[in-house]
């Protein structure tokens, strides 16, 4: 366990003591004949309260649990129920409830050994007690209080006799042998559900499908101790058959390795059988075959000539190998040489199954994710290679042929030349703002509540350098309250916002604003140029509705669940609003 588990364990552990304690108190304050009434117990249940809180204070304030610590508090845990055991009178008291909790104790800490080990000494201790009384101990000592006018120790003798020990011998070791196996299957399935969140940590977008799968097959190959992990797999309508080899090695980042396909390939690593994973032996010159159905159940006669058949190209004197299934379309197996199952060989076949289980869903996420990136990758290169086709490059091939007339012109007679050039710089000069506004759209943005007013700023400042239009900014607020992903869907309909009205409106004055309202935030974009081609002002749905308006801002207001009101006037101007409620980051995946 990791050192702030053991703390908090031993925090619960102190607790429960206290309120053991107490609870005995108060049994023996209700009924004072499970004592004996003697005074002895209720200063020994008073110290062992006492040493209960200390404990408890220690660990409040220690910053961890030592080994050592635990180790003296344990000791005392155990010496305690013999010292009060003593006092108890009947089989029916409540103080074996001590020797159980010492045993639980040990349990939650440890394992079965230790549990064992904590049973055995409670009942040495108490053989030990047993030897110490048949030799006179007791009336001796209550000689001596006697003598001191101090209370009698009252010790009911009869619940030391060799018949009552052994009874609670057998009590004590049953329940110690069962607690601790208990504790100790609890503890391989935490083990177990460990190891698959660990492994699972591996798979991530960013490594690739590649680099998941070596990280995976590491975290394996080194668990079960095996020199080699093969990883053959083939997609649903393909006959292609993927090898990747990865071999042990002291350097966690040693790559797999992709192996060149055969046709054979197919009937040595996939091929046919009712068993999903399976451990085979070497012995002499066969194989001891143990095979698990996807059921976990053992599958009879199990088909063995799969070994062979590997044994021709690979060295090994022990295979394990699990079938796996990513999605519909995936199907494979993992082979794992000289992989060492050094417990019950079926459970740890079982957990190879439930880890490949559990595994493999993230690693299909990441083939999916890396394929969806590349298929995005490609379409919004399309899109742009579309963008620069349609646009730059036509316009500068329209220049080019107009420069070449003039060339032709002026070679030829004197022709005036300034105002066609004119034109065509101007032509250059628009193509180059549209470069620039596509370069905008490629970068990724970062904008998040303290960035958002200043980038805003500087993205009108800019536009009105490049264009020449009159173009202000004006934010109510300087603190916004805003998830970043709301804030770079604003930042991006104002780049869109300007790029329109630069393309389409003839403006001469924009006024960009960003005001607070008490049902959430509002952007505003107005422009004295030529409008819509509609009139009036016009709500999100009716947008909709008649098919107007600009289809990318609506579809960024749509993500982050606004509301977009435009107000046209045609050859007057327009106006654009936004309306984003407030305080919605659960809406907006934050």
């Given at each position: 366990?990791?050192?702030?588990?053991?703390?908090?364990?031993?925090r619960?552990?102190?607790t429960?003591?206290?309120?053991?304690?107490?609870?005995?108190?108060v049994?023996?304050?209700?009924d004072?004949?499970v004592?004996?009434?003697?005074?002895?117990?209720?200063?020994l249940?008073?110290?062992y309260?006492?040493h209960?809180?200390?404990?408890?204070?220690?660990?409040?304030f220690?910053?961890q649990?030592?080994?050592?610590f635990?180790m003296v508090?344990?000791?005392?845990d155990?010496?305690w129920?013999g010292?009060i055991?003593?006092?108890?009178?009947?089989?029916?008291?409540?103080?074996?409830?001590?020797?159980?909790?010492?045993?639980?104790a040990?349990?939650?800490?440890?394992?079965?050994f230790?549990?064992?080990?904590?049973g055995?000494s409670?009942?040495?201790?108490?053989?030990?007690e047993?030897a110490?009384?048949?030799k006179?101990?007791?009336p001796?000592?209550?000689?001596?209080?006697v003598?001191?006018h101090?209370?009698?120790?009252?010790i009911?003798?009869?619940?030391?006799?060799?018949?009552?020990?052994?009874?609670?011998?057998?009590y004590?070791?049953?329940m110690?042998?069962l607690?601790g196996y208990?504790a100790?299957q609890?503890?391989?399935?935490?083990a177990?559900?460990?190891?698959?969140a660990?492994?699972?940590?591996r798979?991530?977008?960013?490594?690739?499908?590649t680099?998941?799968?070596?990280?995976?097959?590491g975290e394996v190959?080194s668990?079960?101790?095996?020199?080699?992990a093969?990883?053959?797999?083939?997609e649903?309508?393909?006959?292609?058959?993927?090898?990747g080899e990865?071999?042990?090695?002291?350097?966690?980042?040693a790559?797999?390795?992709?192996?060149?396909?055969?046709t054979?390939d197919h009937?040595i690593y996939?091929?046919?059988?009712?068993?999903?994973?399976?451990?085979?032996?070497?012995k002499?010159d066969?194989?001891?075959?143990?095979?698990?159905?996807?059921?976990?159940?053992?599958?009879?006669?199990?088909?063995?000539?799969?070994?062979?058949?590997?044994?021709?190209?690979y060295?090994f004197?022990s295979?394990?190998?699990?079938?796996?299934?990513?999605?519909?379309?995936?199907?494979?197996?993992i082979?794992?040489?000289?992989?060492?199952?050094?417990g019950?060989?079926?459970?740890?076949l079982?957990?190879?199954?439930?880890?490949?289980?559990?595994?493999g869903?993230a690693?299909?996420?990441?083939?999916?994710?890396?394929?969806?990136?590349l298929?995005?990758g490609?379409i919004?290169?399309?899109?742009?290679?579309?963008?620069?086709?349609?646009?730059?490059v036509?316009?500068?091939?329209?220049?080019?042929?107009?420069?070449d007339v003039?060339?032709?012109?002026?070679?030829t007679?004197q022709v005036?030349v300034?105002e066609?050039l004119?034109?065509?710089?101007?032509l250059?000069?628009?193509?180059v703002?549209k470069?620039?506004?596509l370069?905008?759209?490629?970068k990724?943005l970062?904008v998040?509540?303290?960035k958002?007013?200043?980038?805003?700023?500087d993205?009108v400042?800019r536009?009105?350098?490049e264009t020449?239009?009159?173009?202000?900014?004006v934010?109510?607020?300087?603190?916004?309250?805003?998830?970043p992903?709301?804030?770079?869907?604003?930042?991006?309909i104002?780049?869109?916002?300007?790029?329109?009205?630069?393309?389409?409106?003839?403006?001469?004055?924009?006024?960009?604003r960003l005001?607070e309202?008490?049902s959430?935030?509002?952007?505003?974009?107005?422009?004295?140029?030529q409008?819509?081609p509609?009139s009036?002002?016009?709500?999100?749905?009716?947008?909709e509705q008649?098919?107007k308006?600009?289809?990318?801002i609506?579809?960024?207001?749509?993500l982050?669940?606004g509301?977009?009101?435009?107000?046209?006037?045609?050859g007057?101007?327009?106006?654009?609003?936004?309306s984003?409620?407030?305080?919605?980051e659960?809406a907006?995946?934050?």
């Open positions: 366990m990791e050192p702030g588990e053991i703390r908090r364990t031993e619960w552990l102190a429960a003591r206290v309120s053991l304690a107490i609870s005995a108190l049994a023996i304050w209700m004072p004949t004592i004996g009434y003697s005074p002895w117990a209720y200063w249940l008073g110290v309260v006492v209960g809180v200390v404990v408890m204070m220690l660990l409040r220690r910053q649990s030592t080994v050592a635990r508090v344990h000791a005392a155990i010496v129920p010292l055991s003593v006092f108890a009178v009947g089989e029916s008291n409540p103080f074996f409830l001590f020797f159980i909790f010492v045993l639980a040990a349990a939650y800490r440890w394992g079965l230790e549990t064992l080990a904590t055995l409670a009942v040495i201790l108490l053989w030990i047993s110490v009384v048949g006179g101990v007791v001796w000592t209550t000689a001596i209080l003598r001191h101090l209370p009698r120790l009252s009911d003798l009869t619940q030391l006799e060799p018949r009552h020990l052994f009874m609670r011998t057998v004590l070791l049953v110690s042998w607690l208990m100790e609890q503890k391989q399935l935490r177990e559900k460990a190891v698959i660990r492994i699972l940590g798979a991530r977008v960013e490594a690739g499908l680099g998941t799968l070596q990280q995976i097959l190959l668990m079960y101790r095996g020199k080699r093969l990883i053959a797999s083939q649903a309508n393909s006959y292609k058959v993927f090898i990865l071999r042990e090695s002291n350097d966690s980042t790559p797999i390795t992709w192996i060149e396909s055969a054979t009937e996939l091929y046919d059988s009712p068993a999903d994973t399976c451990y085979a032996l070497r002499g066969s194989f001891d075959l143990l095979a698990l159905d996807r059921n976990g159940m053992r599958v009879r006669n199990a088909p063995v000539d799969f070994l062979p058949r590997l044994k021709g190209f060295a004197q295979l394990a190998t699990v079938s796996f299934v990513f999605g519909q379309e995936w199907t494979g197996r082979f794992l040489f000289d992989a060492q199952l050094t019950d060989r079926e459970e740890e079982r957990f190879l199954q439930e880890l490949v289980r559990q595994v869903p690693v299909y996420n990441v083939y999916l994710i890396r394929r969806l990136r298929k995005a490609a919004e290169r399309a899109r742009f290679a579309r963008e620069l086709h349609d646009g730059a036509q316009s500068l091939i329209a220049m080019e042929m107009q420069v003039l060339r032709r012109q002026s070679a007679q005036p300034t066609e004119g034109r065509i710089q101007g250059l000069r628009e193509e703002l470069l620039r506004e370069m905008q759209q490629m990724s970062e998040d509540a303290k958002l007013v200043p980038f805003l700023t993205t400042e536009f009105q350098r020449g239009i009159a173009a202000r900014f934010a109510e607020s300087a603190e916004v309250d805003m998830p992903r709301v804030c770079r869907e604003l930042a991006r104002v780049q869109e916002g300007l790029v329109n009205v630069r393309k389409h409106s003839g403006a001469a004055h924009v006024l960009v005001a309202r008490d959430g935030w509002k952007l505003i974009l107005e422009d004295d140029g409008g819509f509609f009036g002002r016009l709500s999100h749905s009716d947008l008649i098919s308006g600009p289809l990318v609506k579809e960024r207001v749509r982050i669940e509301e977009l009101t435009i107000e046209s006037s045609p007057k101007g327009s106006r654009l609003e936004v984003i409620p407030q305080k919605r659960a907006y995946g934050h």
